[in-house]
């Protein structure tokens, strides 16, 4: 029993050493400090305007941080994101995106107007003008897709979820490897945009 708990804390130690993405999450919850102001105790902002990070995927996270941080020589240009995320380490981005994939999400409601616009587009696209539907990405409850990085949606505030068709729609925001977004939104609505996003803040 003794010799087989040492092994465990001898292998513990050999993992954390060998593996460079070996990630603290005590750590990224203490430095997350400096987050809590806008994206809210554990990870559920309370401004709708600012994305609730609970639950969100970890390789996605880093990935918009490593974006951040390139400032305006990046695909995700935005100044309070930047101001805060060229601080960050490479160990930091680990332990924070860790740290906010390990918190619990939460779901909002979907406004009545939208169900059915929202529902439609989400779950079946839209063939007139050649829209994929989110469903195929996203998945069927918003959860995304872990390996390939793709973002969860579920529970996400509908404000930010529209600010961001918006800003793939006019490229503020061209992060997305092979343009998936920006093929999905550019002929979409403002209405259909509302809508959906309406949709997946009461998705789970
Ligand atoms: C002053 C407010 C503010 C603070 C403090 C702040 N953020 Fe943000 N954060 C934002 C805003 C606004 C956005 C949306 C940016 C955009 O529209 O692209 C954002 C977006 C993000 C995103 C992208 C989320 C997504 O779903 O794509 C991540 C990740 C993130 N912040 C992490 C952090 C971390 C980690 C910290 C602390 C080290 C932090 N933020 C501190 C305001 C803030
Ligand atoms: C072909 C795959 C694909 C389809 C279809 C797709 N998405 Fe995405 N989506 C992605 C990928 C990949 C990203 C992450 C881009 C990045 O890394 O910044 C993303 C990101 C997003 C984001 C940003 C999330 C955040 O937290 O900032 C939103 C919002 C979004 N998608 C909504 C939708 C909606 C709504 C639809 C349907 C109208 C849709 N997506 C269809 C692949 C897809």
Redesign the pocket.
Known sequence: MKFQRQLQIVSFFFIALINPAYSDVAKGKELSASCVACHGVNGISLNPVW?KLAG?NPK?LA??LY?FKKGPDGN?NNAVMYGIAMTLSDSDINNLSDYYASLKPTVGVVKDDYLELGRN??RG?NMDIK????I???GPNGQGNYA????M?SG?HSQ??YQ??KNFQIST?S???NK??RN??HR?TDEEMKA??SY?EGLY
């Open positions: 994305p969100q996605y990935a918009q974006e995700r587009i989400y696209g829209m994929q539907a989110c195929s990405c996203h390939a990085a793709i973002p949606l996400q930010y979820t961001q068709l925001r992060n997305d490897y998936m977004m999905i939104v979409m959906v996003a997946i």
